[in-house]
Every structure is written in structure tokens, then in C-alpha cells.
């Protein structure tokens, strides 16, 4: 298997299992991301998972910003916003899938 199909798989694992816990949440409680974000820091292993996910995503982000100008992708930017407003588990092997296709260019 090659490299740019692995990351494609995590890409796909990776909008489907965190949004396959997330979605009965969702159907109970509605979207309110102060709710979620009070509930993510209201318990101290809660709390460790959320500010470690949040310095990685932060890290990520500039990974891809640096990273896609260096070897000038031309749509670095896309798979930022999906880690932003998706997750950072799609938006990552999402942004090394295309970064793989634009270095066998």
C-alpha cells in the first residue's frame, strides 16, 4: 500500500469515527460550542485530552501554513480550514494526502 492511500484511509477514518461519537451528543444536546468546550475542560482527563489536542491542532496548523508555501501547494490552506471547522483528524491526512500528490508531481 502506498503512502498517499494510507493517509487518504486515515482521512476517511478520521471524519467518521470522531463524528460517529460526537453525533448522539449532538442529537441530545444541540450544537453549542461553549457547552462543549466547558464540558471538554470539566474533568481534569477531559481537560489533559483537550489542551493536548488543542497544542497539536495549533502545531498542525502551522505545519500546514509553512509546510504547503514551502513546496507551493496551491490549495495548502483547504485542509487548515478542515482542521478547524471538521477536525484535525481528517484535516492532517488530508493535508499529507495532498502533500504527497504535489511531491510526485
Known sequence: MKIKHLYLTFCILGIILPYTA??????????????FISKIFSH?????I??????AALVCLILMFIEGRRIKMKYYWVPMLCSVFI???????????????KLKK
Open 44 to 48: 481534569p482527563v477531559t481537560a489533559f
Open 22 to 35: 460526537y453525533m448522539p451528543y449532538f442529537m441530545e444536546y444541540g450544537f453549542s460550542i461553549t457547552d
Open 50 to 55: 483537550g489542551y493536548d489536542l488543542l497544542i
Open 87 to 101: 477536525g484535525l483528524a481528517f484535516g492532517l491526512p488530508l493535508f499529507l494526502y495532498l502533500r504527497e500528490l
